[in-house]
């Protein structure tokens, strides 16, 4: 018997079970595929306050996702790092003054301690000038943070464990039942029990209330974000937030060292859709890019796109970019016998917090959750270095692995962090092309409950981009002689 079992193994669902099973809870996490599969490896890869939300007057969640943004660097200065964002002015698009304001607003409404403030710009001198079309002579440059998405997914899933969570992939629920003040949960191939119940399947949470029987809360508004990945348009560190005529914004961020990474769209997401780039979108971002870049950017130049699916709370928004990015926790009346929790809408940027949340919502009728909120300053799994050892980090493991090259030793240093050194102890093994040794992937397949090469290559390292067909095609057989 289980105090909690929570389904989905996204950010959200990952978040709370380490929540709860720190908190002294028997947490159950169950996935139907991968971790981090869906939408929680397919966003824009930043944890930041949604500038643009401030156009929607959503300034709680504006104010609640800065105050994360600091908190989540402390715990995770492995995956997740700031980045200093180039906004430049547009003659006919939003005024200079409304940009200043926003930005003055995003420097001091959420409590920023460590991050630099807002500076005006002169792109005709700045390096991140050097790649923009001639024109653009005014430009603001302002902090937020990138993260690794599937990892902060992955870490807190491994953190749950060692709190004594059990973790449960590739197991779809086909059945629950409610009765006697538990649930009864059923997989293909299980069954488990639990004195309370979390749905946070994200896109599918409407699809979980069906299956348990319960009434939905709210009506939810699928909304596709898809992304493109090009060869690397600039060799300095910023990143770019765009504006674009029609109103809508887009990112090109420094991605994986060679590459930048553009995006994201906002469309609304049909049942049954195949969840993935459409020549449009690509056409889109493409011209986005053009619209601001020397270099052209054409859709032959994309080496990979990906989309996930977020869900949105329907709140009645025309545009699919104007629906809430805010998320609502609903708790089942104690009249209906074993509690559940249901979880709508949410970012990746406030997932903790929505997970101690939910934990909080929980406890009074939960015994077993005795102890105290703890995820705010308690480091994630190989983030217990402070935000200012990573380059030490680095040059301890160059020291003792003289045999990894920098670009390998860097990826290392900021995947695993400190935990790094549980699979460079073992003997490298086979290599499989582009850093990636057979250590590494026996230690994510006994640890991090990678299966696949695509668990692998996309999710647990993003070695995909690297690796030819050919080293992709070994490492399958390798996983599944």
């Known amino acids: 018997m289980y105090d909690l079992a929570v389904i989905g193994g996204g950010?959200?669902?990952?978040?709370?079970?380490?929540?709860?099973?720190?908190?002294?809870?028997?947490?159950?996490?169950?996935?139907?595929?991968?971790?981090?599969?869906?939408?929680?490896s397919a966003s824009t890869k930043l944890i930041h306050g949604g500038l643009r939300y401030l156009e929607h007057y959503e300034f709680a969640l504006v104010r609640e996702s800065l105050t994360e943004r600091e908190a989540l660097w402390g715990i995770a200065p492995h995956i997740i790092h700031p980045l200093r964002f180039i906004l430049p002015h547009v003659k006919g698009l939003r005024p200079r003054w409304l940009l200043r304001l926003g930005l003055?607003?995003?420097d001091h409404i959420g409590g920023r301690k460590r991050l630099p403030a807002t500076r005006t710009v002169d792109l005709r001198?700045?390096?991140?000038?050097a790649p923009l079309r001639p024109g653009f002579t005014t430009g603001f440059e302002y902090s937020d943070g990138w993260v690794d998405d599937a990892r902060l997914v992955v870490l807190n899933a491994l953190d749950a464990a060692e709190h004594g969570a059990q973790v449960v992939t590739r197991s779809p629920l086909v059945?629950?039942?409610?009765?006697?003040?538990?649930?009864?949960l059923e997989t293909a191939t299980r069954r488990f029990r639990a004195r309370a119940l979390v749905n946070a399947a994200g896109p599918a949470v409407l699809d979980v209330e069906g299956l348990l029987g319960a009434a939905p809360d709210y009506a939810m508004r699928l909304v596709r974000g898809s992304h493109i990945v090009v060869r690397r348009l600039f060799d300095h560190p910023y990143a770019y937030f765009f504006q674009l005529p029609d109103g809508r914004i887009f990112f090109a961020i420094p991605y994986e060292r060679d590459f930048t990474l553009?995006?994201?769209?906002?469309r609304d997401q049909a049942p049954g859709e195949p969840i993935r780039a459409s020549e449009e979108e690509v056409a889109y971002l493409c011209e986005g890019a053009n619209t601001y870049f020397r270099a052209g950017v054409t859709p032959a130049d994309v080496v990979w796109t990906y989309s996930g699916v977020r869900p949105l709370i329907d709140d009645g928004s025309g545009r699919p970019e104007a629906a809430t990015r805010g998320y609502r926790l609903e708790l089942s009346d104690p009249a209906e016998g074993a509690p559940l929790l249901s979880v709508y809408g949410g970012k990746i940027t406030t997932y903790r917090h929505l997970a101690e949340e939910a934990?909080?919502?929980?406890?009074?009728?939960?015994?077993?959750?005795?102890?105290?909120?703890?995820?705010?300053?308690?480091?994630?799994?190989?983030?217990?270095?402070?935000?200012?050892g990573l380059e030490a980090l680095k040059d301890a493991l160059a020291l003792d692995h003289p045999d990894l090259d920098p670009p390998t030793v860097?990826?290392?240093?900021?995947?695993?962090?400190?935990?790094?050194?549980?699979?460079?102890?073992?003997?490298?093994?086979?290599d499989f092309g582009g850093g990636l040794c057979q250590a590494e992937v026996d230690y994510l397949v006994a640890e991090e409950w990678a299966v696949s090469a695509e668990?692998?290559?996309?999710?647990?390292?993003k070695l995909g981009l690297r690796l030819s067909a050919e080293q992709q095609a070994a490492l399958v057989v390798y996983l599944d002689p």
């Open 11 to 40: 950010v959200n669902g990952a978040g709370i079970a380490r929540d709860a099973a720190g908190r002294g809870a028997k947490v159950l996490l169950i996935e139907a595929g991968d971790l981090a599969r869906g939408t929680s």
């Open 104 to 106: 003055f607003l995003y």
């Open 125 to 129: 001198r700045h390096a991140a000038g």
């Open 175 to 184: 059945g629950a039942q409610r009765a006697g003040g538990e649930w009864t």
């Open 262 to 266: 553009i995006g994201t769209t906002d």
């Open 359 to 388: 934990v909080d919502q929980l406890a009074p009728r939960l015994p077993a959750l005795s102890g105290p909120a703890w995820t705010a300053t308690r480091p994630l799994p190989g983030g217990d270095f402070g935000t200012d």
């Open 410 to 430: 860097d990826r290392i240093a900021r995947a695993y962090g400190t935990r790094a050194r549980r699979w460079l102890a073992a003997p490298r093994g086979r």
């Open 455 to 461: 668990d692998i290559l996309w999710r647990r390292t």
